[in-house]
């Protein structure tokens, strides 16, 4: 489609990248929310598997270190994401 234009780098591209950015945030949120999900059911060692076993073991400060930890990561994930979009989409 667009090969080697030069329209192809200022305006097609420029154009698509906050949309291509908005997907990525979705889709990195939901992955991390799969993998804890996944880590929950099928796996001995994780977060994931920490949280249940705290859980299920009625240990609430185990339990509520591991929601803080998922918490931290999913705050540092989106700040990475801040940073791709600041730095890709200087305009903005």
Same mark, same amino acid.
């Given at each position: 489609?667009?090969?080697? !234009?030069?329209?192809? @780098?200022?305006? $097609?591209?420029?154009? @698509?990248?906050?949309? $291509? /950015?908005? #997907?990525?945030?979705? !889709? @990195?949120?939901?992955?991390?929310?799969?993998?804890?999900?996944? &880590? +929950?059911?099928?796996?001995?060692? #994780? $977060? #994931?598997?920490?949280?249940? =076993?705290?859980?299920?073991? +009625? =240990? !609430?400060?185990?339990? /509520? @270190?591991? %929601? %803080?930890?998922?918490?931290?990561?999913? /705050?540092? %994930?989106?700040?990475?994401?801040? +940073? /791709? &979009?600041?730095?890709?989409?200087?305009?903005?």
């Amino acid at each position: 489609m667009c090969r080697s !234009t030069p329209s192809c @780098a200022s305006v $097609i591209w420029p154009g @698509a990248l906050p949309s $291509i /950015l908005a #997907g990525f945030r979705i !889709t @990195a949120s939901v992955a991390l929310l799969l993998v804890v999900s996944a &880590e +929950m059911i099928g796996a001995q060692f #994780g $977060i #994931g598997a920490f949280v249940l =076993q705290a859980g299920n073991l +009625m =240990q !609430t400060d185990q339990l /509520l @270190a591991g %929601v %803080v930890i998922l918490s931290l990561f999913g /705050l540092v %994930v989106g700040k990475l994401i801040n +940073m /791709l &979009e600041a730095r890709l989409l200087h305009w903005r």
